[in-house]
Nanobody, 123 residues
Framework: VQLQASGGGLVQAGGSLRLSCAAS???????MGWFRQAPGKEREFVAS????????DYADSVKGRFTISRDDAKIRVYLQMNSLKPEDTAVYYC??????????????????WGQGTQVTVSS
């Protein structure tokens, strides 16, 4: 399973970015998630979407600002990030979880990980 995250970059506080995760066909019908890791900190949950896209879950710190979605026709998962804050600065990773799964905030539920894309928010 290959996961390729892209779309990161440098943005001013209050700005927006859309991250994209290109996946292989083996991730169809699997739970998908986004995590992030800031320097000196542990990897943390950001958002998750169920296998059919009907259920989503978010970390409290991003609720109302970030939106996760999936396009199974393109085998892609997106993370729309609005109203970005300097504390959102991190490397963002997409991950694939269990087939026909729900939403999961525990990184141990995810079997496959992409390489990460850097998001930097300046104040």
């Amino acid at each position: 399973v290959q996961l390729q995250a892209s779309g990161g970059g440098l943005v001013q506080a209050g700005g927006s970015l859309r991250l994209s995760c290109a996946a292989s066909s083996r991730t169809l019908y699997t739970s998908m998630g986004w995590f992030r890791q800031a320097p000196g900190k542990e990897r943390e949950f950001v958002a998750s979407i169920s296998w059919n896209g009907r259920t989503t879950d978010y970390a409290d710190s991003v609720k109302g600002r970030f939106t996760i979605s999936r396009d199974d026709a393109k085998i892609r998962v997106y993370l729309q990030m609005n109203s970005l804050k300097p504390e959102d600065t991190a490397v963002y990773y997409c991950a694939a979880g269990p087939k026909y799964g729900g939403t999961y905030s525990d990184n141990l539920r995810y079997d496959y990980w992409g390489q990460g894309t850097q998001v930097t928010v300046s104040s």
